[in-house]
């Protein structure tokens, strides 16, 4: 996040954000917030997938912006600037959003579940905006440092992502081998929805679906360990999710691709 902060152009990031009329926020709204969720109850009530595992896939849905969008988009070949936007819009949402959405679906099953906005707002500023923000003002204030080390940061976030991958993999082991084909299905399913979400909504901008796919899954993690005593059950959704990103992503990006050569 600190070498994304680095890359960021800041006068395309704001031009981003002004470029957006009114009915394409209101759009981009249902893509994030309402349609996965949505989708996510759907999927619960039509697949015999359990209650832990639609708690996993709901608070996934819920959770938008995962800290490693940006870099996933870009490695795909989609524009970093907007996916950068999207991010640090999701993230200032979130807050507020997941409460209102956990709290409106565990209403519909009879139950009350609060989670705090300001418990959300400290994850997600530790894990996105103080990085973010670092990485900016080190470009701003110290180009020629910055232009250095960026390379170097790269190459130390990529080595640290892949053993914290390894060690994630081994970690979530057992939950891996407890999902369901009807949970994979869901998962994939979940992610295929997303992505679909926000490129029919949104069609101009390839981007935003695939950064609509990058759910937050730690966050979906912690929020299922502090506040829903079925969290173990919720973990092979999660983990499915997590594996189902990269697929979904892979084929979106050749699709798009493949879109793109074709004559007009």
């Not at 507020?96 to 959300?120: N, Q, T």
Request: charged letters at 10%; a positive charge.
């Amino acid at each position: 996040m600190v070498s994304t902060g680095m890359s960021l152009n800041r006068r395309e990031f704001v031009a981003n954000w002004r470029r957006l009329t009114p009915e394409m926020w209101v759009r981009l709204l249902l893509a994030t917030f309402i349609v996965p969720p949505s989708l996510a109850l759907g999927l619960g009530q039509a697949l015999p997938i359990g209650t832990g595992a639609l708690v996993g896939l709901f608070l996934i849905a819920a959770a938008p912006g995962a800290p490693l969008m940006i870099r996933n988009a870009a490695k795909h070949g989609f524009d970093m600037q907007i996916a950068a936007s999207y991010q640090v819009w999701g993230a200032l949402l979130t807050p507020i959003a997941i409460p209102m959405l956990v709290g409106g679906a565990a209403w519909l099953y009879g139950r009350e579940i609060w989670i705090s906005p300001l418990e959300v707002l400290a994850v997600v500023a530790e894990k996105q905006f103080v990085p973010l923000l670092a990485g900016m003002a080190l470009i701003h204030f110290a180009p020629g440092f910055s232009t250095q080390v960026r390379r170097s940061l790269n190459v130390v976030g990529n080595l640290v992502l892949m053993v914290a991958l390894i060690a994630l993999l081994i970690k979530l082991g057992p939950a891996l081998e407890a999902v369901s084909p009807w949970v994979a299905i869901a998962a994939l399913t979940l992610a295929a929805g997303c992505v679909t979400a926000a490129r029919v909504l949104i069609p101009s901008v390839p981007t935003l679906a695939v950064s609509n796919v990058n759910r937050h899954v730690g966050l979906a993690l912690l929020l299922s360990g502090e506040h829903f005593q079925n969290a173990q059950r919720a973990l092979p959704a999660i983990a499915a999710y997590a594996l189902a990103v990269p697929l979904v992503m892979v084929l979106y990006a050749k699709w798009v691709r493949r879109l793109s050569a074709k004559p007009a």
